[in-house]
C-alpha cells in the first residue's frame, strides 16, 4: 500500500481512529474492531503498554486492508524504528522538523500537531501532509474556520475531545478530517472485551463523515 493511498484515503474517509489500550493484545482486536467496521486509517498511541508489540504483530498480517499509524512519536529514535518496521504513516502532538523529514525521506504520511498559525505553516512548509490540530477541544470548531481563511489549502486534522455530536461542525467548519479516541474504541468496551460495540462505533462515525 502506497503513501498516496493512504493520504488518499484519510481524505476521502475523513476519520483517522486512535486506539489506546492497556494491553497489547487488547490494542490488536481494537484496532482489527474498528477496521471492520470500514474506518481504514487507525493509528496506535505509542501510550498504549507493550505498543510495539501490537504494531508489529498486525504489520505482520499481510492481509489486512487497512493502514496502520503510530501515534505521540516524538524521539528521532523511536521514529526510525518505526520506519524499519514499516508503518504506514506516523503522528506527533508537536511539529519536530528531523521527524518530518525523515518520515518524508522514507515516503510516509506524517500528521505532525500544531495549534498557532505560526506553527502550522512551519509544519506545512516542513512536509507535513496533514496537520494535526491539538488540542482543538479548547478552542472548538470556529478556530477550524478561522485558520482556513489564511491556509485554504493546508490539510487540517481536528484533534481533542472530538465525537458524535461535533465531528460534522469541524467537517462544515473545513477541517479535511478528524482524530477520534475513545468515542469510537471505547476504554469501558475495549476492558469488557465488546469489540463488536467498537465495529458498531465506527461504522457509525464514518456515516457521519459522509453526510
Known amino acids: 500500500m502506497a503513501e498516496n493511498d493512504c493520504f488518499r484515503v484519510i481524505l476521502r474517509q475523513k476519520i483517522v481512529s486512535i486506539v489506546r489500550a492497556s494491553h497489547p493484545e487488547d490494542a490488536e482486536n481494537t484496532v482489527r474492531a ?9 493509528e496506535i498511541s505509542l501510550n498504549t503498554p507493550g505498543a510495539l508489540k501490537a504494531i508489529g504483530n498486525i504489520l ?8 496502520i499509524g503510530v501515534g505521540t512519536v516524538l524521539e528521532l529514535s ?3 524504528q518505526l ?6 504513516f506516523l503522528v506527533s502532538p508537536v511539529a519536530d522538523e528531523k521527524i518530518i523529514r525523515l518520515c518524508k525521506k522514507h515516503k510516509k504520511v506524517m500528521i505532525p500537531g500544531a495549534f498557532t498559525p505560526t506553527e502550522i505553516l512551519n509544519a506545512q512548509r516542513l512536509g507535513a501532509d496533514l496537520v494535526k490540530i491539538f488540542p482543538v477541544s479548547s478552542v472548538g470548531a470556529l478556530y477550524i474556520k478561522d485558520l482556513k481563511t489564511p491556509f485554504p489549502d493546508i490539510h487540517l486534522v481536528a484533534t481533542g475531545q472530538v465525537n458524535s455530536e461535533n465531528i460534522n461542525e469541524y467537517f462544515e467548519a473545513g477541517a479535511s478530517a478528524a482524530a477520534i479516541g475513545g468515542a469510537i474504541a471505547n476504554p469501558k468496551a475495549i476492558s469488557e472485551g465488546n469489540f463488536a460495540s467498537i465495529t458498531r462505533r465506527a461504522e457509525h462515525f464514518l456515516k457521519l463523515s459522509e453526510k
Open 34 to 42: 474498528i477496521a471492520k467496521g470500514g474506518i481504514k486509517a487507525i
Open 60 to 67: 505482520a498480517d499481510k492481509k489486512r486492508d487497512f493502514f
Open 78 to 80: 523511536v521514529c526510525k
Open 83 to 88: 520506519l524499519r518496521m514499516g508503518v504506514d
